[in-house]
Structures are given as structure tokens and as C-alpha cells.
Nanobody
Framework: QAQLVESGGGLVQAGGSLRLSCVASIRTFRNSAMGWFRQAPGNEREFVAAISWSGGATVYADSVKGRFSIFRDNTKSTVYLQMNSLKPEDTAVYYC???????????????WGQGTQVTVSS
């Protein structure tokens, strides 16, 4: 059974940076697309970024383009989300997800982590 464990969340001031990590216990990690989603209080979960199995393709939500970067290390079965120039509206629980193909929909991903809280103060 796939297990995804996120870490790296915390409290940061606006303009600051955080790097999230997600370690995946997936036998097929090297063949899995990975994604990050987030859910703010009172809101639905939304897409943030995704990366193909090889790392050759990435896609970002418009709200984070130019500020966030997704990358992966297949030797460590880990995917990262580097978040720079953070804004209060980035405050949310961030979830890591794994799927067969890169996509932007929740239904594109079949395995999910428990989430890590990111709070950006103004």
C-alpha cells in the first residue's frame, strides 16, 4: 500500500520561504507522477503543482507560478515543493499525491499523504 509522508511545513512571515518534502513508500515511485495540492480553511482542496515521473514536465497553478518550484529525487523517492515569496493567502494544509500520469485534478492522483500545515503571517 502506498504511503506518502509530508514534512517541512511551519510558520513563516510573508516574503519568506519554505521547502516541503514528501517521502513516498511506493514501489513504483520512479514511474509515478507526483503532485502537491492545498486546502485552506473553508475552501476546497486545490491544485498547486505537479511533476512527471522523469521530472521532465512540470505544471503549476497560476497563483504560484514564478514563486513555487516542484522537483524530485527518484533515488530518495522524494518530491519537493520549494515555496518562495510566500503570501498570507498561501496559508493552507499542503498535501502530496501520487498518480499514474501528470495532471491537475484530484482524480489524476490515487494516493495521498496526510498533509502538512503552512502558515504565512502578514
Amino acid at each position: 500500500q502506498a504511503q506518502l509522508v509530508e514534512s517541512g511545513g511551519g510558520l513563516v512571515q510573508a516574503g519568506g520561504s519554505l521547502r516541503l518534502s514528501c517521502v513516498a513508500s511506493i514501489r513504483t515511485f520512479r514511474n509515478s507522477a507526483m503532485g502537491w495540492f492545498r486546502q485552506a480553511p473553508g475552501n476546497e482542496r486545490e491544485f498547486v503543482a505537479a511533476i512527471s515521473w522523469s521530472g521532465g514536465a512540470t505544471v503549476y497553478a497560476d497563483s504560484v507560478k514564478g514563486r513555487f518550484s516542484i522537483f524530485r529525487d527518484n533515488t530518495k523517492s522524494t518530491v519537493y515543493l520549494q515555496m518562495n515569496s510566500l503570501k498570507p493567502e498561501d496559508t493552507a494544509v499542503y498535501y502530496c499525491a501520487a498518480g499514474a500520469n501528470i495532471g491537475t485534478l484530484e482524480t489524476d492522483f490515487g494516493a495521498w499523504g496526510q498533509g502538512t500545515q503552512v502558515t504565512v503571517s502578514s
